[in-house]
């Protein structure tokens, strides 16, 4: 499987992260083994590792609920919630990338 751009990936997840509440960004970090820092108010919370394995959507999709975990604790509140129904969205591996679903309504929004 190709290797994932993390630049691409982090620009994603900071698209996505705009629609909380608080101050959060993903941006890559280092240069000979590249991370992707998910940053609270612009301190890094969390470190996204992305290259060590061969199924890197599912790795990706793992990382992304990590950061939906931190983003709800830290705003109390659902993120990103389901427009259809009172629940958060679930990360979810489809066809190469990680999307946003409804696991109730079998939807994908993102």
């Known amino acids: ?15 996505d992260l705009g629609t909380a509440r608080g101050s959060y960004s993903a941006e890559v970090q280092g240069s000979v083994d590249p991370d992707i820092a998910f940053c609270i108010e612009g301190t890094t919370d969390l470190w996204l590792h992305l290259w060590h394995t061969d199924d890197w959507v599912e790795e990706l999709a793992n990382a992304v609920d990590q950061v939906q975990d931190v983003v709800m604790e830290h705003e109390a509140e659902l993120w990103p919630e389901c427009p259809l129904h009172r629940h958060a969205l679930i990360p979810t591996p489809r066809d190469g990338r990680v999307v946003w679903e409804c696991m109730e309504a079998e939807q994908v929004f993102a």
């Not at 994932?4 to 620009?11: M, Q, S």
């Open 1 to 15: 499987m190709e290797q994932p751009n993390l630049e691409t990936i982090a620009a994603l997840l900071t698209r």
